[in-house]
């Protein structure tokens, strides 16, 4: 039986209801397990220590130079096969006491030196510090560095801004640029994606300015591009879900942007708009599953796009089946037909957060975090634009804990980078561990 509770620390006022059961999962399990594994179980990942630049078919850990307690990543592939990686960490708090200062740190990866030095970007207590909402990194054709963070902005719970710090370049100080929002409601505004773009960086968030409203109006979907200046923002969709994530690529110089849409008899599907010749097109569904569900679940799309070709990986309810999806658009084309990446019942069904990222050419890994019966793995599986699949393959044991968070990937030259919160741990960790394409077994034909 699978349990969703409808109240969630990431709820808005518009979405907080009392702790139920949303929907019971009864189908077969038709996902792949790793074939060394028994069923049900996972065995502990034993990282091999290698040399740089020797990938093989075995994790290689590549901890970040992050604090216990750290957690909240997010990261970012540059053109020249290094990886940003942005998080939150606690400056005080320790012992089982909530933290009340934390600071936001960054470090770069690169295959030849390992991670860097971490830098402090900004620290205090008005950090609105979650699991769910993280902060989000970029570099743009210039070389600046731009991240998102999360700022308190009034009493409220939810209610904080988007706010952008930029670095210039090498041996640069980090400055606050401000908000790409200037509505100065104090509601909910979060959940970024960072696209970089000639001259600058698409930003686009989830908007909840319409709540500041006496009909309490629905959280929107928005976006502004940060040059030199940060530019007046555009409104992409008007009623959206409350506490999904964005995903957004640059495809052939055009956005293509996914979020988790809510229509008015709370069918929260994922959705599309994206950059025409004509400006930005409607919101329409990428696939219309018709989940139906009263409350945000918090688990919204992923995007990886490579020379014209779009990857989209998604969870859904729909059905009363707990299902991770996969579509691919070509070069110049629509998102086809999704392939089923993994589908369970009971304590084994996937729980979503899923991350898609580019293996080799045509091929892609799907991540999501998959359900055991007692506790949780982070899985993955190949896939391939002709409609294969590979195994299923656990990569690290996890635990279904919210501060487990989301796992992100950043292709590398041989394979990926896989960061993640290890939340078995008290304090949790942020781990990191480097995988090579061999260790996702190769496709066959579904």
């Known amino acids: 039986m699978i349990v969703w509770a409808i ?16 929907w019971i999962g009864v189908v077969a399990l038709t996902s792949a397990c790793n074939p060394h594994t028994a069923p049900g179980t996972v065995s502990e990942v034993a990282p091999q220590t290698q040399a740089p630049g020797n990938l093989a078919a075995s994790p290689v850990a590549i901890d970040p130079p992050a604090q216990e307690g750290a957690f909240a990543p997010g990261i970012f592939a540059t053109d020249d096969g290094n990886v940003l990686l ?3 960490e606690p400056l005080s708090g320790f012992g089982g006491e909530q933290p009340s200062q934390y600071r936001l740190q960054w470090s770069e990866w690169t295959p030849t030196e390992g991670w860097r030095a971490p830098e402090t970007i900004v620290a205090g207590g008005d950090f ?5 909402d993280t902060p989000m990194i970029a570099r743009d054709s210039e070389g600046r560095t731009l991240v998102s963070f999360a700022r308190k902005s009034g009493p409220d719970t939810y209610a904080y801004d988007v706010v952008l710090a930029r670095k210039d370049g090498p041996g640069q100080e980090w400055r606050v640029l401000g908000s790409p929002h200037h509505d100065k409601t104090q509601t909910e ?3 970024v994606s960072m696209v970089p773009r000639k001259d600058g960086v698409q ?7 319409q709540y500041a409203t006496p009909s309490k109006g629905p959280m929107t979907l928005r976006t502004a591009f940060v040059g030199d200046t940060i530019r007046e923002g555009t409104q992409l969709d008007g009623r959206v879900c409350d506490c999904c994530n964005t995903a957004a690529a640059l495809v052939e110089q055009r956005l293509v942007v996914l979020y988790r849409d809510r229509d008015p008899g709370e069918i929260r599907d994922v959705a599309i708009v994206q950059e025409t010749t004509q400006g930005w097109s409607s919101p329409e569904a990428l696939h219309t599953d018709g989940w139906n569900i009263a409350g945000c679940p918090v688990n919204g799309p992923a995007v990886h796009s490579n020379k014209g070709q779009t990857w989209s990986a998604w969870f859904t309810g729909a059905d009363n089946t707990s299902t991770v999806k996969a579509a691919v658009a070509p070069p110049g084309g629509s998102f086809g037909e999704p392939l089923v990446v993994a589908r369970g019942t009971g304590q084994n069904a996937p729980l979503g957060r899923a991350a ?26 190949r896939l391939s634009a002709q409609g294969k699949l590979g195994d299923a393959v656990d990569i690290v044991p996890a635990n279904r804990a919210r501060t487990s968070g989301f796992a992100r990937l950043a292709p590398i030259e041989g394979g990926l980078v896989f960061v993640f919160t290890d939340a078995r741990e008290k304090p949790a960790r942020l781990r990191a561990l480097r995988l090579g394409s061999g260790m996702f077994p190769t496709t066959t034909p579904r």
């Not at 709820?11 to 139920?20: D, E, I, K, S, V």
């Not at 609105?128 to 769910?132: C, E, G, K, P, V």
């Not at 930003?203 to 300015?209: A, C």
């Open 86 to 88: 942005v998080w939150m």
């Open 7 to 22: 109240e969630d620390e990431t709820m808005t006022p518009l979405t907080r209801f009392t702790l139920g059961v949303l």
């Open 356 to 381: 898609v990222a580019l293996l080799e050419q045509d091929e892609v890994a799907v991540v999501w975090l998959a359900g055991l019966p007692e506790g949780a793995v982070w899985r993955a599986r």
């Open 128 to 132: 609105f510090a979650n699991w769910a």
């Open 203 to 209: 930003v686009i968030w989830l908007d909840g300015r």
């Open 189 to 191: 505004h979060g959940f």
